[in-house]
């Protein structure tokens, strides 16, 4: 065991748990006065929700002995036999600082979900959903990806930090919810302003800080590829960020606040599943690319017609989805000789494998998503009634005012 390796982890873990809080301040300035606490609840319910069913079995489902390449066993249920002393996914951290660390993924995935159907869905719908969407879709699709036996990493799919795993897989979910929701009441007719801008830069300041340990904290070891995670992940940002704005300022012709905030995290979004895989320039070109494209998928929602309130399928399903293939465009071993050489490095057959990886994952999850959103709106019911969206979440589900002024 390495204590500088582990000393490194601890951090990483610290600041991908600190991401969380992150985004329930970004989403929160986003929404209206009245459904802010409501709106940041669902990513801080998330932090307990998920740490128990992570503890009880999720771990093992998505780290535990494979079955058939699909899911883990149950082997670590309860984390019986997950201690102190290094395990099967690296050799110089305690396996169960492995799995902290991964919790924190489990715990922000479904959260990234909650920006789809904010302002419209139950609390009791939305935690149902959640036990359900983590067990179901999160865990299997994290062990086709990153678990030992894992179908996609054996088939030699690079998800450096989450790229399908977390942001194709919760923007699969979001789109479902929207269109199974349907649209806020006035969506389409109202202006649907946020109510709180400077909340949400600082949710994505938080973000963007805690993205170091997303991405760096995935090589495992405080060495040579999490150096370049960190490097990556800072270029592609800033140049995301930048063409964010450009392309605003183009076609609407004032560049705003909340563009350099949503393009520095469609730029996040882009470069995680390639961070530890590709050069700096190679970043450059990702965020670019990243930044314009995320913008411009957010008219999709208009031109067909369903209401992601929050903007999750054009920033994280896009960029995730421009990510992981970039992966396979851009990867190169002489950064890291433990990935892959993508197709501007010779190597064709890495971009097909990113789009099985990639397009198996929207599939699955989409499919799962609207299958148990269906199961529980029969049950309980998704979404709030008319009268409780009109005074607000934060009153009807909460019993509580974000500001009293």
């Known amino acids: 065991m390495n204590s500088g390796d582990t000393a490194f982890m601890l951090i990483a873990t610290a600041l991908v748990m600190f991401m969380t809080p992150g985004l329930a301040l970004f989403y929160g300035g986003l929404v209206r006065g009245k459904n802010v606490l409501s709106t940041v609840m669902h990513s801080i319910f998330c932090l307990g929700l998920v740490s128990v069913i992570w503890v009880l079995y999720g771990y093992s489902l998505a780290f535990g002995p494979d079955i058939g390449g699909f899911i883990g066993n149950l082997k670590y249920v309860g984390l019986k036999g997950v201690g102190l002393n290094p395990g099967p996914y690296s050799d110089t951290i305690p396996d169960l600082l492995f799995c902290a660390f991964q919790l924190m993924f489990a715990i922000i995935t479904p959260a990234l979900i909650s920006g789809a159907y904010a302002e419209r869905i139950k609390f009791s719908a939305f935690t149902v959903f959640t036990i359900l969407w983590a067990s179901l879709v999160y865990m299997p699709v994290c062990h086709w990806v990153w678990g030992q036996g894992g179908w996609l990493g054996k088939l030699g799919a690079l998800d450096f930090a989450g790229g399908t795993v977390i942001h194709i897989n919760s923007a699969c979910a979001a789109l479902a919810a929207a269109i ?226």
């Open 180 to 405: 199974i929701l349907g649209k806020r009441k006035g969506w389409g007719h109202e202006a649907f302003h946020p109510h709180n801008l400077p909340m949400t830069v600082l949710g994505a300041g938080i973000l963007w800080f805690g993205w170091f340990g997303f991405n760096a904290g995935s090589a495992l070891s405080a060495g040579k590829i999490s150096v370049l995670a960190f490097f990556t992940t800072q270029i592609a940002t800033g140049c995301a960020l930048l063409s964010w704005v450009v392309t605003e300022w183009i076609i609407q012709g004032k560049p705003t606040t909340l563009g350099a905030a949503s393009g520095a995290v469609a730029g996040l979004v882009a470069v995680t599943p390639a961070a530890g895989f590709v050069g700096p320039v190679s970043a450059m070109m990702i965020g670019l690319v990243a930044g314009a494209l995320c913008y411009l998928a957010i008219f999709l929602k208009t031109k067909f017609g369903y209401d992601d309130a929050l903007d999750v399928v054009a920033v994280h399903g896009v960029g995730g989805l421009w990510g992981a293939l970039a992966t396979g465009l851009f990867a190169s071993t002489y950064w890291n000789p433990d990935g892959a050489n993508g197709l501007f490095f010779g190597n064709p057959h890495q971009f097909i494998i990113q789009a099985i990886g990639a397009g198996s994952a929207i599939i699955y999850s989409f499919i799962l998503s609207f299958i148990i959103l269906k199961i529980v709106d029969v049950i309980i019911g998704l979404r709030v009634n008319k009268e409780e969206e009109v005074q607000g979440l934060d009153i009807t589900q909460h019993s509580e005012m974000g500001y009293n002024l």
